[in-house]
């Protein structure tokens, strides 16, 4: 290869291919450095140089890795070869994945804001449409302009860097010499990497190694698995404790109850429990006639859990699918059914809309005979409506609304005793501030989130004062919590299934009757699983004997409560006492506080104190273990079977696309057996103009192939017959847009889809465009009972 050939690459004076590459990973691995260096900013603090530099030196061993093993293989292929245009390709493919890994490192700086990890598969699946909730669409709104602007330029001073110093008259060796300090750095750091950091080892890893290693990988189940001993019985091994005194029977009896859930409320956002906003003044306002709990806890930081805890009585299965959807049969008594037995009316009402996490699906499980949610009804503040990247039904209208619905389902039959449940719905992500917000914080997304609050809170107090001017709050009891927590950054996550730190599960509740409470507070530790048995407790209805939750007026209660989040990690805790623990299934990682000198879980004592970290270990494993042996029992009870696989009778892909000569045709197969074909002829035509994506969607078509399949179906493939292709410069081009595929009762989106074939495809605002002819596979779920058979034969 001749220096002109070189210069020809576009490495100037001398600079060959082989240099710039060196020169590439050099300046590489010194951006990732402060990119890593930005990620450990908060964790530095305080650390002297040496500890400092060594914390530096474990996170960035990864990126550095990948940046050594990238440039050594480029630099020796480049140099294998004299053919100029096969060193070109060699110099672009290096270029392409370099400049990947950077924007992944940076990207990893957004995730590790909201998530305090990298993305993971969990995560994704997470943010899916049937078990969603609002990790990505959350993640979408943080990557502001801004964010963009600094990759852009992030990139630019990259490739700018490497072209420079490849340019400069001197030889490579500074670059040689830059990747053997990194080289020498990840071997110290390799060596040491069993010496504690006092960081979380997610902190530490690269983005790319932690989502390949999430694929297809554990999900920290068996972690908790094997947290468990064998342990016979249901009960929880945490202390007795004397049950609070039972207030005296009432004058008037009590006949109603209402529930009343504040969305996404911490106990450290309300007034009365250490809120510093004046956004609940009428939660804090009605504690003058209640009991509160300084606390209650949230079991699983997510809404469709709570749901599960609130209405079953049950703490939920450990997890990562809320039962309710993987075992829509479940045989439990829910607290609906017991009041409507007792005589009540029930209602349900939501603020937003009732398809979201299929909440109107448990809910009418649950035995509700009234369900309404924002679609019900006219609100003269209009919807709030929000777009999402996966289609989840978000819209919401104003909580003062709903509560106007609330006291008309009330007032049409007045003299019958009722029980309604309430949950607010504008303090869920996105947050929608509602009318004339104020400014509390600086922060945007928090501003609207306490706005939103403060909404919620004036539609408990419509609520109230209503009570009381009908002469219903004698009979009446409110209880009132929040349905999980929600993060803004304490412990380096946002919203709220992330973590179960006190953001997380820590939430505001009360039992509020003008007759029988009078402003006291407890410091009994209470779960949402025990709501159901404290109403009928209250209201003199018989308590079913199968309901894990127990009232807090009941004898023999335990001072503890056990939560889990399975999407960040396999995260599974406890409090007891002033005592707290948490565990880590995926990484084996622990961390033990004293909420009482330490409320904001900064001070880890696992290292501190190995023998209390010990015992906190040894008692999360005996409280797994009577957990798993409680929802052993329940799911051998009638119809409690998990949810099989439902009959594949047929195929249903929605799908668009574009036309030039021809309409977008497909190909469908299953497990290997051809199922049939579509075509879509409402495809707009783009021969003569470029068409929008609003044509595109506007054209999306379902298409249902009636299929005959065995038991156990593995895999679907789809496959793109036609492309037709204008040319360079020219509109017309054929191209095939699937949006989803249902089988067997789940429905599949592009997140779930495969690729057969290298580049014949991608992911297109919610829909997967085949842009070539090639195939795409999606790997079915399996049952138990598939799965159960798949490892006997293994």
Not at 326 to 336: K, T, V
Not at 714 to 737: M, P, S, V
């Amino acid at each position: 290869m001749t220096e002109q050939a070189n210069t020809e690459i576009g490495t100037a004076n001398g600079g060959g291919p082989g240099r710039f590459i060196l020169w590439a990973g050099a300046v590489l691995g010194l951006l990732l450095a402060v990119v890593r260096v930005a990620a450990l900013r908060g964790h530095l603090d305080g650390r002297g140089f040496g500890e400092a530099l060594s914390l530096v030196v474990q996170g960035v061993m990864q990126d550095w890795l990948m940046v050594l093993v990238l440039t050594l293989v480029f630099a020796a292929l480049v140099r294998s070869t004299d053919a100029h245009r096969l060193r070109k390709i060699f110099v672009a493919v290096f270029t392409v994945l370099a400049t990947l890994l950077l924007l992944a490192g940076l990207a990893n700086l957004v995730a590790l804001r909201m998530l305090g990890a990298p993305l993971t598969m969990e995560w994704v699946v997470y943010s899916d449409l049937t078990h969603t909730d609002v990790a990505l669409d959350y993640m979408r709104r943080v990557i502001s302009g801004k964010v963009i602007a600094v990759a852009l330029i992030s990139v630019v001073v990259f490739l700018g860097s490497a072209r420079a110093l490849n340019r400069w008259r001197y030889s490579s060796g500074p670059a040689v010499l830059s990747l053997g300090v990194m080289a020498l750095a990840v071997v110290s750091a390799l060596a040491a990497r069993n010496v504690p950091t006092g960081v979380a080892t997610a902190r530490l890893e690269n983005p790319i190694v932690a989502f390949i290693a999430s694929i297809g990988g554990e999900t920290g189940i068996d972690g908790i698995d094997g947290l468990a001993e064998t342990r016979k019985g249901t009960d929880m091994p945490f202390t007795t404790v004397e049950p609070l005194a039972r207030p005296k029977s009432p004058v008037k009896p009590i006949r109603n109850a209402i529930l009343f859930a504040y969305e996404s409320t911490p106990a450290n956002q309300a007034q009365g429990w250490g809120g510093i906003h004046p956004v609940t003044p009428n939660l804090a306002a009605a504690l003058d006639k209640a009991l509160a709990f300084d606390r209650a806890y949230a079991h699983v930081p997510a809404s469709n859990y709570y749901l599960v805890s609130v209405f079953a009585g049950i703490i939920p299965e450990l997890s990562s699918i809320s039962m309710m959807a993987s075992r829509p049969n479940l045989d439990a008594i829910f607290l609906p059914e017991v009041m409507r037995a007792n005589g009540l009316r029930t209602a349900f009402f939501n603020s937003s809309d009732n398809r979201f996490q299929d909440t109107e699906g448990l809910v009418r499980a649950a035995g509700f005979e009234q369900i309404g949610d924002y679609r019900d009804w006219e609100c003269e503040t209009g919807v709030y409506e929000f777009s999402s990247v996966t289609d989840k039904y978000l819209n919401t209208s104003s909580d003062l609304c709903t509560v106007n619905e609330i006291i008309e389902w009330v007032e049409e039959r007045p003299e019958e005793p009722f029980f309604v449940a309430f949950r607010t719905g504008m303090t869920h992500y996105p947050y929608f501030p509602g009318e004339d917000p104020q400014r509390f914080v600086e922060d945007e997304t928090q501003n609207d989130y306490l706005n939103a609050l403060r909404v919620g809170d004036q539609a408990f107090g419509k609520l109230m004062a209503w009570l009381d001017e009908s002469g219903l709050a004698d009979e009446t009891l409110v209880v009132v919590l929040g349905d999980h927590g929600e993060a803004f950054g304490q412990h380096g996550t946002y919203v709220h299934a992330a973590g179960i730190y006190e953001e997380n599960v820590h939430i505001p509740m009360a039992l509020i009757n003008p007759q029988i409470f009078s402003g006291t507070r407890s410091d009994l530790i209470v779960g949402i699983a025990d709501v159901a048995a404290t109403i009928t407790d209250l209201l003199g209805i018989p308590t079913p004997s199968s309901w894990q939750g127990r009232s807090v007026f009941a004898k023999g209660r335990r001072n503890g409560v056990l939560f889990f989040s399975p999407w960040n990690g396999f995260l599974v805790g406890y409090r007891e006492g002033n005592e707290k623990y948490i565990y880590n299934g995926n990484s084996g990682e622990a961390a033990l506080f004293d909420l009482a000198a330490d409320p904001g879980e900064t001070d880890n004592l696992v290292e501190d104190d190995p023998q209390a970290a010990k015992a906190a270990r040894a008692k999360l494993g005996a409280a797994v273990a009577a957990h798993q042996n409680y929802i052993a029992w329940l799911l051998e009870r009638r119809n409690a079977a998990p949810l099989e696989q439902a009959a594949g009778t047929e195929i249903e892909i929605v799908a668009s696309g574009t036309k030039f000569k021809t309409a977008p045709k497909g190909w469908v197969m299953i497990d290997g057996e051809h199922v049939g074909g579509f075509e879509v002829t409402a495809a707009p035509s783009n021969a003569e103009r470029d068409v929008t994506l609003d044509e595109i969607n506007a054209a999306l078509t379902p298409f249902r192939l009636p299929v005959e399949v065995g038991e156990c179906p593995r895999k679907i493939e789809i496959f793109f017959l036609n492309d037709e292709w204008a040319g360079d410069g020219k509109t017309g081009d054929t191209d095939l847009y699937v949006r989803s595929v249902k089988f067997a009762g789940t429905t599949y989106y592009f997140t779930r889809f495969a690729l057969i074939d290298k580049g014949v495809g991608g992911h297109t605002e919610g829909n997967f465009r085949f842009w070539r002819k090639g195939g795409i596979r999606i790997d079915l779920d399996l049952d138990q009972a598939c799965l159960s058979a798949d490892l006997a034969a293994k």
